[in-house]
């Protein structure tokens, strides 16, 4: 697998849920991709949520917004299609909660 996976971190009552930009490369173009979608779903692990994705123009990568509050699903879930695709995924922040780090001084 081409991407990089955060570190699993140990799950607490505090664990709250992250969002993630998966950035999904397609390496024998997208007919495999969605073909397997349509067969079998998603397969996304329980504690792995898809929110949203969208598709550059010459479908040549994938951008999957994701949620969780374990990072280590995605190993899971990136294996039933690192045959079809090489991954990053990236740890995200909405515009408003970077703004609110961010002293603007």
């Known amino acids: 697998m081409g991407g990089r996976i955060p570190p699993r971190r140990p799950l607490t009552c505090e664990a709250l849920a992250v969002r993630y ?5 397609f390496t024998q173009g997208p007919e495999p991709v969605y073909r397997r ?6 397969m996304l692990p329980p504690g792995l949520e898809y929110i949203d994705s969208w598709v550059d123009q010459r479908l040549d ?3 999957q917004l994701m949620e969780t509050d374990d990072p280590g699903l995605f190993d899971q879930w ?15 922040l909405s ?3 970077a703004a609110a780090t961010v002293d603007p001084r």
């Open 78 to 92: 990136v294996a039933c299609w690192d045959d079809l695709a090489e991954f990053e995924v990236v740890p995200v």
């Open 21 to 25: 930009m998966v950035v999904e490369q």
């Open 61 to 63: 990568r994938c951008f």
């Open 95 to 97: 515009s408003t909660q």
């Open 37 to 42: 979608a349509a067969e079998r779903g998603r």
